[in-house]
C-alpha cells in the first residue's frame, strides 16, 4: 500500500474514532462490509449490500492499486436491483488524481443495495481474443453506522422516532375479493421552541391500497406532514424526492389535512410533523402547538388513481380492489447444474379462468398475482410469458415491486402486441376447450427483488374464435408465468452476444455478455462501430481467413494430408465463427462457434510444432490425434484465459527442443563429434531448412502476436484481420521451412547422413573398435592389426 493509502487509511480511522460512542439516547453503532479484487477496463463487478432498520447512515469508500495509464472504473448504486449505466441511484465518480475516495449514500433507506464498478471501455469494448486488457486492483468498503437502539436515530442517536401503534388491518391471502374496514391508528404530540420537528413510524407489513394521514390542531402555527418509506436519515425525510408531504396553513380554530398516499409501498414510513412554533412556546407550560396524527387504511379505490378505470365505454368499470391476488410459486430448474442456479419458474398450480355470467360482449378478463423474488435472482434475466385463450386478442400487463400495481403506478408493462412470440399452442389443459395463443416477451435483465404484485388486463370484450367444442363462448383462460436465466437460451444480451454465468464476491450469480463485434455495453445493446463501414469490416474479418489456403496447398504438394484438412478446417471455422460475430449468418450457436474456433487455432499451433520436430509419420498421427483432443479441452474450459496460451507455448517449446536434442545426441554419437559440431552440421550444413522461409515466417508470427496486445474496440476489426493473415500465412512459410520430409545431419568427415533411415547402430568390433554402418558407406576405427572381416564379425 502506498503512503498515500496509509494516510487515508488512518484519516479514516481518526474519523471514526471521533464519531460519538454514547449518548443519553442511545449508543452509536459502526460494522464494515468490505470486498476486493481486479477489475477489467472493459469489465463489470457487482456487489451487494444490506441497511438494517437501525442504520441512519452509509459511507462507501473506494481504494485502489495504481493506475499505471489506465482510467478509474465507475461505481454506481441502486436499490433493489442490479444498477446498470441507464439506470441507477447514484453514481460516484473516481478520479485519477487521488487513490482513495468515500461518499455517502444519499437518500439511505433500509433494504438491500447492489454496486457495480463499471470500466471506462465498456461502451466501446468486444471481449479481447487474448491480452490487450489490464486490470485495475479495487479495495471496497461499506461502513454502518447505526444506534443501538432502534427508537434512536440520527448523526449522534439523539433524534427520537415514536413508534405508532400498527394499524391493524387484515390482508389479502387467497383468492376471493374482500373490502376491509377503515383502521386506524392516532398519536397526540405537541412543538415548541426547543422541538420543532417530530418523528414517527409506521409499519406497512403488506400491501396496502390507501393510507392516509390526518393532522390536526386548534393552534394558530401552520403545520406540516411529510412521510417517505424505509427512509433512514431523518434529516432527509424533508427533501427526499418520493417524500409526500402537505401542509396547514396558519390559521385560527379547529383546522386538519388530509397526507393520502395510494397505494402505498410495504415496509417502515417514516412521518415528519413540523411546525413555526413561536420562540416562547412551551409544551411544558401549555402554550405549544398541540396537535393530532392519526394513521389509517381506508380502501378506498375511489381516490386510488386507475383503481377503478374502464377500458372501453360500453363495458363496466373494472375495480382493482375487488379482484383476487393468486399467488406463483417457485420451482427451480436443475439447481445443482453448473450454468442453471438460478434458472427457475414462477407458476400458479391451475391457470384463472372464468365466464358464463355475462354476455361475451360484457366479459372482460381482468386477473391478479402476486409473487416474491427472492434476492437471489437478482442477476437473473426475468421473462414473462403467458398462455391466453384466443378470444383475448389484446391486453395489458402491469407489475409493481413491494405494492398494489395500477395502469398508472408500476414498475414494469408488458402490451400484447410488443410480444417477441404470439403463436398458437397445443401444450395445454384439456379444460380449456379453446383456441390458445402463447405470449412471450423481453427479459427483464437485473429484474428487481422483492414482492411482485402483477395484474393481467385484457383491452376489451371477449371476441369470437374457432372453438374446438366448447357451448360457452364467454369462456376464458389465462395463465401467467415468469421464468427465471441466468443466461436465456435466446434474446440474451440483446440478441447481439453470448451470456455466460458468473458470480459476485457475495455469492450472488448474474449473466454476463461477450459482445460481437461492433457492439458494446453492459448487454451489447450499443452500437460501437460506424455503420458507414461495417459492411467492409464484416466482409475482411470473413474474408482475410483465405490466407489459409497457401499452407493448405502446400500440404497436399508434400502428401501431409491430416495437416491440409486440418489447416483448411481452421481457416473455414474461423470465417463460418466471424460470420456469426458479426451477426451475417449462423450456422452453429455462437459459444460452440467461438470454442471450435479457438480450439483450431491452438490446433494449428501445435502442428507447426509437431512438423517442425520432424516427427516420424507413425508417431506424428498418434501426437495429433492427442494434441487435437488436448486443444478441444481448452478451449472449452474459459477459451480466452492466457493461461492456455502459455501452456500451448510451453507444450511446443518442451515437445521442440525434447526431439531437437534427441537429434543433436544420436547424431553426435554417430559421428563421433562433439555436439556443437553436430548442432552446426544439423543447422547450417545438411539442407534441412529454407532460411528465406524461416525469416519471413518469423516476422509474420511477431506481427500476428503482437495483435494480441494491440486490439482496441475501435480497431478490432483490422488487428483481428491481421492476425488471421499474419498467423496462416507464417504458418506456410513454417511449413515451406523444412525442405525434405526428414530431417538430414550430413558427417562433415564423410559426408554421411547419420540420422538416416537405414543408418546402423554403433557395432563393437574387437579392441575398442566401432563400426557404424549406413547405405552410403562403412566407417572403421581400430587397430590396424586386430581388424577382422566385416562378415566375420
Not at 391 to 413: E, K, M, W
Not at 554 to 564: F, G, H, N, V
Request: proline share 5%.
Amino acid at each position: 500500500m502506498t503512503t498515500r493509502k496509509r494516510l487515508h487509511g488512518l484519516v479514516l480511522c481518526i474519523a471514526l474514532l471521533f464519531v460519538p460512542c454514547a449518548t443519553a439516547a442511545g449508543t452509536v453503532r459502526r460494522w464494515r462490509d468490505f470486498v476486493f479484487g481486479k477489475i477489467r477496463q472493459d469489465g463489470v463487478e457487482y456487489f451487494d449490500f444490506d441497511v438494517t432498520a437501525d442504520t441512519y447512515r452509509i459511507i462507501v469508500s473506494f481504494d485502489r492499486g495504481p493506475l499505471e495509464g489506465l482510467t478509474p472504473p465507475k461505481m454506481l448504486l441502486k436499490y433493489g436491483s442490479f444498477p446498470s449505466t441507464t439506470d441507477y441511484d447514484q453514481m460516484m465518480l473516481l478520479n485519477s488524481t487521488g487513490d482513495f475516495y468515500q461518499a455517502r449514500v444519499n437518500n439511505l433507506r433500509s433494504g438491500r443495495y447492489f454496486i457495480s464498478l463499471v470500466g471506462p471501455d465498456l461502451f466501446n469494448s468486444l471481449v479481447s481474443f487474448v491480452g490487450g486488457v489490464n486490470s485495475l486492483f479495487y479495495f471496497v468498503s461499506v461502513w454502518h453506522f447505526g444506534c443501538s437502539d432502534p427508537a434512536w436515530t440520527g448523526s449522534k442517536c439523539t433524534v427520537p422516532v415514536l413508534p405508532s401503534a400498527p394499524i391493524a388491518s387484515s390482508i389479502t391471502t387467497g383468492v376471493n375479493s374482500v373490502y376491509y374496514p377503515s383502521t386506524q391508528s392516532e398519536f397526540n404530540g405537541c412543538l415548541d421552541a426547543k422541538t420543532s420537528t417530530l418523528y414517527f413510524s409506521y409499519d406497512v407489513p403488506h400491501p396496502k391500497w390507501d393510507l392516509v394521514y390526518t393532522l390536526s390542531t386548534s393552534a394558530a402555527s401552520e403545520l406540516r406532514v411529510a412521510a417517505s418509506v424505509n427512509l433512514r436519515d431523518p434529516a432527509e425525510v424533508a427533501k427526499n424526492k418520493d417524500t409526500k408531504s402537505v401542509t396547514l396553513a396558519a390559521g385560527l380554530g379547529d383546522r386538519s389535512a388530509e397526507l393520502r398516499i395510494p397505494a402505498p409501498l410495504k415496509g417502515q414510513w417514516m412521518v415528519m410533523v413540523t411546525g413555526k412554533p413561536s420562540g416562547t412556546a412551551s409544551c411544558k407550560t401549555g402554550t405549544g402547538v398541540n396537535f393530532k396524527l392519526k394513521a389509517e387504511h381506508q380502501e378506498d379505490c375511489n381516490k386510488v388513481d386507475k383503481a377503478r378505470f374502464q377500458t372501453t365505454p360500453s363495458l363496466p368499470k373494472v375495480d382493482l380492489c375487488g379482484i383476487g391476488y393468486t399467488r406463483m410459486n417457485p420451482m427451480r430448474n436443475e439447481p445443482t447444474k453448473a450454468g442453471h442456479i438460478i434458472d427457475a419458474d414462477f407458476e400458479c398450480s391451475v391457470p384463472k379462468t372464468g365466464g358464463g355470467k355475462q354476455a361475451m360482449n360484457q366479459t372482460q378478463p381482468v386477473v391478479g398475482y402476486i409473487v416474491e423474488v427472492p434476492k437471489m435472482y437478482a442477476g437473473s434475466n426475468l421473462q414473462l410469458a403467458a398462455l391466453v385463450t384466443a378470444n383475448i386478442q389484446s391486453f395489458q400487463v402491469y407489475a409493481r415491486l413491494d405494492g398494489y400495481v395500477t395502469p398508472s403506478l408500476f414498475d414494469y408493462h408488458f402490451n400484447s402486441s410488443e410480444s417477441l412470440e404470439a403463436s398458437h399452442s397445443d401444450n395445454v389443459s384439456d379444460t380449456w376447450v379453446a383456441e390458445v395463443q402463447q405470449y412471450r416477451w423481453k427479459p427483464v435483465v437485473f429484474p428487481k427483488v422483492g414482492l411482485w404484485s402483477i395484474i393481467f388486463v385484457a383491452d376489451g370484450a371477449l371476441t369470437s374464435t374457432q372453438s374446438t367444442g366448447s357451448k360457452n363462448e364467454s369462456f376464458w383462460a389465462v395463465d401467467l408465468s415468469l421464468h427465471s436465466y441466468g443466461c436465456p437460451e435466446t434474446d440474451a444480451c440483446s440478441g447481439h452476444g453470448s451470456c455466460e454465468l458468473s458470480s459476485t464476491y457475495n455469492g450472488l450469480s448474474y449473466g454476463t455478455c461477450s459482445c460481437h463485434f461492433g457492439y458494446g455495453g453492459e448487454q451489447c445493446d450499443t452500437l460501437t462501430v460506424s455503420s458507414k463501414f461495417r459492411n467492409h469490416q464484416i466482409f475482411l474479418l470473413i474474408f482475410s481467413n483465405v490466407a489459409i489456403l497457401p499452407v493448405t496447398i502446400l500440404c497436399c504438394r508434400r502428401k501431409l494430408y491430416i495437416e491440409s484438412v486440418l489447416f483448411f478446417s481452421t481457416g473455414l471455422i474461423s470465417a463460418i465463427y466471424h460470420a456469426c460475430d458479426v451477426e451475417l449468418f449462423c450456422m452453429f450457436p455462437y459459444k460452440f462457434l467461438m470454442q471450435m474456433d479457438f480450439a483450431l487455432s491452438f490446433n494449428m499451433i501445435m502442428l507447426l510444432s509437431v512438423h517442425l520436430s520432424g516427427a516420424r509419420k507413425q508417431a506424428k498421427a498418434g501426437i495429433e490425434i492427442v494434441l487435437f483432443l488436448i486443444t478441444i479441452i481448452m478451449a472449452t474450459n474459459n477459451a480466452r484465459s492466457m493461461v492456455n496460451w502459455v501452456l500451448i507455448g510451453a507444450l511446443c517449446v518442451l515437445q521442440f527442443s525434447v526431439t531437437l536434442v534427441y537429434y543433436f545426441v544420436l547424431g553426435s554419437q554417430r559421428m563421433g563429434m562433439t555436439k556443437m559440431i553436430a548442432v552446426k552440421s544439423f543447422l547450417l550444413n545438411s539442407q534441412n531448412f529454407d532460411r528465406r522461409y524461416g525469416i519471413l515466417g518469423s516476422v509474420l508470427w511477431l506481427a500476428a502476436l503482437s495483435c494480441w496486445f494491440t486490439s482496441s474496440p475501435t480497431n478490432y476489426w483490422i488487428i483481428h484481420s491481421i492476425w488471421h493473415t499474419g498467423a496462416m500465412l507464417a504458418a506456410y512459410c513454417f511449413v515451406g521451412l523444412r525442405r525434405n520430409d526428414r530431417y538430414k545431419m550430413i558427417s562433415p568427415a564423410t559426408g554421411i547422413d547419420v540420422l538416416a533411415p537405414n543408418c546402423g547402430a554403433d557395432l563393437p568390433l574387437p579392441s575398442k573398435a566401432t563400426a557404424t554402418i549406413c547405405s552410403e558407406s562403412i566407417s572403421l576405427e581400430t587397430d590396424k592389426e586386430s581388424i577382422a572381416p566385416i562378415n566375420e564379425a
